[in-house]
């Protein structure tokens, strides 16, 4: 037993560590720096750390307590919440799988999927290389766990990936353009959305489609769909609360009409799979109108905005979080939505 609690604590600081590298791997990754030089210093005074004030957690709490020694700045919470989060998740992947290639695998697209959302959170910047070694991870791990043989569960599972949000990306921008044309008050009041869909001909930036490549080669296509509904769900969890106060303060009631129908339909879904016996394809169907209702509301969503008409929000952190969500716990969110894929 000793030795089982040594092996947890163990994990838990190389957690923490890998977190601390993680942190500099995002950050120096939006700054243009080297994640090797120069050694970690004060992003304000830009003084080099002592090594006793770079242990991850624990030198945040107790050697400089949260402000640089030199400077005397207010070091970001980032670092030790990265940290933290970094360790829970690589001990609790640890005990999911033990000692395996299976924790390795997943302690790897665990690690490039929060370097992807802290770029995203902070810049709404996900990097090329970062998507890209999450998709070539995911999709060995697929090899590994489910055979060579069974190589269209990955080719389809990234190809349904790309096609799902190309779609949205490219057809939504079709929609906004159509009514901005003819609608005036909208070019007026999105400037800055107007700006990036006339630029790049897409409502949200390609890294949204290599996050959901890679999950696809995780996951599957079928259970792909379920996890961009859960994305769609956990987003919105977050904003809901002030959207919904700027979006009465604007009196866009229309929206506000949308959201609720949604939620009701989701009650409406659930109560039906779970209380009767419906019919396979009917399932099916109406799962793909809870989909398309709920692409309609984040599309609305990134489009209104919360103060003048749009804001950007990261949608690949909840991309991230859905994937891994559904790895380890899909089985269980598909029986409770009585879903026998």
Not at 91 to 115: H, N, P, R
Not at 196 to 202: A, E, G, V
Not at 215 to 227: D, F, H, Q, R, Y
Not at 303 to 332: D, E, R, S, V, Y
């Amino acid at each position: 037993m000793s030795d089982i609690i040594l092996i947890c604590f163990f994990v838990l600081a190389i957690g923490a560590c890998i977190g601390s590298f993680l942190n500099v791997v995002a950050l120096r990754a939006l700054t243009g720096e080297s994640i090797v030089f120069p050694a970690s210093k004060c992003p304000y005074c830009s003084k080099h750390i002592k090594w006793f004030d770079n242990i991850p957690v624990f030198s945040y709490f107790f050697t400089f307590k949260g402000k640089c020694r030199n400077c005397g700045a207010k070091v970001s919470k980032q670092y030790p919440i990265v940290e933290s989060l970094t360790s829970i998740l690589f001990l609790a992947v640890f005990i999911y799988y033990g000692i395996s290639l299976q924790t390795l695998f997943i302690w790897i697209l665990l690690s490039m999927g929060i370097v992807i959302s802290i770029t995203d959170i902070k810049e709404q910047a996900i990097f090329d290389i970062h998507a890209y070694i999450f998709i070539v991870f995911a999709i060995i791990y697929s090899l590994f766990v489910h055979g060579i043989k069974d190589y269209m569960f990955v080719i389809l599972g990234v190809a349904a990936g790309i096609a799902i949000m190309e779609i949205i990306a490219r057809g939504a921008y079709l929609i906004i353009l159509r009514k901005n044309k003819s609608e005036n008050a909208v070019e007026t009041n999105n400037d800055e959305i107007n700006s990036y869909i006339d630029k790049n001909k897409r409502v949200f930036g390609i890294g949204d489609t290599y996050i959901t490549a890679g999950a696809g080669a995780l996951l599957g296509w079928k259970s792909l769909l379920i996890s961009i509904i859960l994305a769609i769900v956990i987003q919105f969890l977050f904003i809901l609360p002030e959207f919904v106060k700027q979006q009465l303060k604007v009196k866009n009631y229309k929206f506000l009409i949308s959201l609720i129908v949604f939620f009701a339909y989701t009650a409406l879904y659930y109560f039906c799979s779970t209380a009767y016996n419906i019919n396979i394809i009917v399932l099916y169907i109406m799962l793909l109108l809870f989909y398309v209702m709920g692409a309609y509301i984040v599309i609305q969503a990134r489009k209104t905005g919360f103060k003048h008409g749009f804001c950007a929000l990261p949608f690949g952190p909840a991309l991230i979080a859905a994937c891994f969500i559904i790895l380890f716990f899909g089985n269980n969110i598909m029986e409770l939505l009585n879903l026998n894929f």
